[in-house]
Structures are given as C-alpha cells and as structure tokens.
T-cell receptor
Framework: QQQVKQSPQSLIVQKGGISIINCAYE??????FPWYQQFPGKGPALLIA?????SEKKEGRFTISFNKSAKQFSLHIMDSQPGDSATYFC???????????FGSGTRLQVQP | DTGVSQDPRHKITKRGQNVTFRCDPI?????LYWYRQTLGQGPEFLTY????????KSRLLSDRFSAERPKGSFSTLEIQRTEQGDSAMYLC????????????FGSGTRLTVV
C-alpha cells in the first residue's frame, strides 16, 4: 500500500528557475513530513522537514508548503542550480512510530 | 568522518548464499534503522533498534532476514538463502533519542544476487 504519492517522476528545470515537487498522503496519523535529497551512490540526506501545525517552512532556497485539509505537501526549490540535480524523496511518519514512509522519488535535472 | 558507515559498499553473491552487512551508526545516536531501496523507488523500512532492542519490524522482513545490534552500537543485517529479488541497496540510518526523523543515512550496501 503506497501511503505517500509523489509527483512528478522526473523534472527538468532551467538554472535559476523554480522546481516544484508534490506529495499527497492518505494516513491522517502522519505528523512529520521530511524531504530528502539523494545523489547517485549516496544515501538520502535530510533537506527540510515540517509538522502539520505550520503551513510553510523555509530554509534558504528550500520551502515546504503544507495543506493539512488536502493532505498534500510540496517542496519548492528557488533559484534552482545544476548542483541541485538529484533525486528528491518526500516522506512521512506518525507519532509513536520511527519508520518513515517514502514517496517514489522525483529525479530533478537543472540545466545550465 | 563521523557519519554512518556501512560495509561492504557492494556485494555480489550467488543465489542461495548467505550474506551479512554491517552498519556503524553515529556514536551518540542510540536509534538505528535498516531500509531497503530498489532502483527507481524510495527506501522501504525494514527494522528499527533503540539501543540493543529491536522495537519494530516490517512485514518485508521475512524469516530469511535477521538483524542484530548486540551491544547497542554497530548492527548487522543477515540475509539467508538469498534470492534474486533481494537485489537492492540496503541502507542504514541512525538518529538521536527524542523527536522524529532527523535520520542520517549511510551510503548503503548494494547487493546483487546472480
């Protein structure tokens, strides 16, 4: 059962543009929503995370927008750079459980 | 480097053989996790330890899989009688006590079963 659906599967953005990746979840018990970045041959690295008591969180060029009623959250990468080219995963977990449920990933390519 | 260390990085084995992977977490982290990632997919949770206690196991962790963390430090993941479907990247992560997430992942062990 896929509890976190991620789109698009791949994304091509020009340097300086905005990259937007979307996720939707089903489990209303989820209360922690992180985004991970993964480069080839490496493990995922935590980028930014949000809890449902806020609708937006910004860290540098990365912003999470969260819509609790729609059960959706998204990652916005402002001023995208070629070094941002990687695979991005959204994830979610619920209180009392340590396991993260990951989306299927978005392969981002930022063209110079 | 004080990150999460996994060994080996790559393992090729014949179907039916047993394999064992090792994970050394960040030293001050008492939580340790194993995930499996197949090509083009997100990581899937396998199991979780707090100190030496295995507190949660996924249904993905069949009876051919066993994980241990005997002294609450490093962990091993063993797969017995490997099958071609076991071919994947096996990721270890650790986190400190308190809060959720905040995982630090290792670079993984890529298993190929031939």
């Amino acid at each position: 059962q896929q509890q976190v659906k991620q789109s698009p599967q791949s994304l091509i953005v020009q340097k300086g543009g905005i990259s937007i990746i979307n996720c939707a979840y089903e489990n209303t018990a989820f209360d922690y929503f992180p985004w991970y970045q993964q480069f080839p041959g490496k493990g995922p690295a935590l980028l930014i995370a949000i809890r449902p008591d806020v609708s937006e969180k910004k860290e540098g060029r990365f912003t999470i927008s969260f819509n609790k009623s729609a059960k959706q959250f998204s990652l916005h990468i402002m001023d995208s750079q070629p070094g941002d080219s990687a695979t991005y995963f959204c994830a979610a977990s619920s209180a009392g459980r340590r396991a993260l449920t990951f989306g299927s990933g978005t392969r981002l390519q930022v063209q110079p | 480097d004080t990150g999460v260390s996994q060994d080996p990085r790559h393992k090729i084995t014949k179907r039916g053989q047993n394999v064992t992977f090792r994970c050394d977490p960040i030293s001050e982290h008492n939580r340790l996790y194993w995930y499996r990632q197949t090509l083009g997919q997100g990581p899937e949770f396998l199991t979780y330890f707090q100190n030496e206690a295995q507190l949660e196991k996924s249904r993905l962790l069949s009876d051919r899989f066993s994980a241990e963390r005997p002294k609450g430090s490093f962990s091993t993941l063993e797969i017995q009688r490997t099958e071609q479907g076991d071919s994947a990247m096996y990721l270890c992560a650790s986190s400190p006590t308190g809060g959720q997430g905040g995982y630090t992942f290792g670079s993984g062990t890529r298993l190929t079963v031939v």
